[in-house]
């Protein structure tokens, strides 16, 4: 299968070049060239499959053409070695609980999937070392360096900015050592972000190594968390209530929702999706108005979802055609403040006794706004309420346990390599790793 840039002004790529490289010269984001529609008979009995079975064959549709297919069969009963389970939370919403992962956060999915397939065209297709450079404000750094620990021929450079992640965070990427290298940036993540982005710009860099992004730009990471909006419907669709489905996407950079946007192109039949933003409002004001606006971000308790320009609306046009009124029908949004996140989190652990994270609070009241009474509702919980503990205390008033694969990192030594915010002291230490 082919890749093209949403700029049309690079060459199309393969699905190894697109991997290798994230963002396509023009800087625009890779598109398969076909979404391929999976088979009614697919559909008829998807309540009998599990997880791996579905996944295997959405994973077939992309990448088939490209890997073996018990190569790639291998590569996705690898990734999804934990569940994606659908709870019921009240009459006709369900919950589907993405946060089963090693790092606690749907991240996992992706990150894991594309070290694994990156590690196949390194062992089997000749592709040479890969360093994956990753900026985090937190939960991608975890995600990307937990789903490459150990990979053979790719090595992680995570930079966070010193101080400005939590404990937890911190210590699911920089007590892990062999072939991830955490860098304490002295900045902002903005800071960060921008070091990596002058570090894919820089010549000599791209020459003497092979440096890809791991953030939802990259199709090996986007494309695998169409996997689970397909077994969210089968386990609905086991209960025979899998009509009328409306599913709300807690959105940042807009990967996770485009991903479900994919599902939807592939036959799944879904009726149409919720964006649920916290402050960061980009997107809802373009689903309302049409004006695509980005702009800095603000800080709330639901900071991974703190994006001021999401990556992935390109993609959305791109599906689209850019028409606004296609979008808006297949898509409707909302936004809310911290203290709306915080009552959410309080009233629906009070009235249903299920522990909202800040991102799934969203996501929940979104759904709850924008569902018809003739609707069934999913909402996507994407990181457990562990992971922001203090918050998710301070609203409901009590203290919660974190679970015992968490608190593991918390007990492991710190190892990280401290830097200015300073270009060419990031570009020496990368150029020692050539
Ligand atoms: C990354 C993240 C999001 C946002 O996902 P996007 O694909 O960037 O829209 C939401 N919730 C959590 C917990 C995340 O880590």
Redesign the pocket.
Known sequence: MKYYSTNHKAPEATLREAVVKGLAQDKGLYMPEKINRLPKDFFDHIGEKSLTEIAQTVAQAFFGEDIPKEKLDAIVADTLNFEIPLHKVEEDVYVLEL?HGPTF???DVGARFMARMLSYFVKEQGQSDVKVLVATS???GS?VANGFLGVEGIRVFVLYPSGKVSDIQEAQFTTLGQNIVALEIDGTFDDCQALVKAAFMDDELNRKLNLTSA??INVAR?LP?SFYYFHAFAQLAAQNSADNVVIS???????????GLFAKRMGLPVNRFVAANNRNDVFFRYLETGLYQPKPSVQTI?N??D?GA???FDRILDLYHAEHASIANDISGNTYNDDEIRKTIRETYEQTGYLL?P??ACAYKALKERKNDDEKGIF?A??HPA?FKEVVESCIGKTIEIPERLSEFMRQPKQSIFLPNDFDRLKNMLLEFS
């Open positions: 946060f956060a749907f991240k937190g939960d991608t995600a953030n939802s986007f968390q996407v807690p959105s940042g950079n807009l990967g996770n929702l485009t991903a639901a991974a979802m994006v999401p990556s992935n994270d991102h799934g996507l994407t990181a992971k």
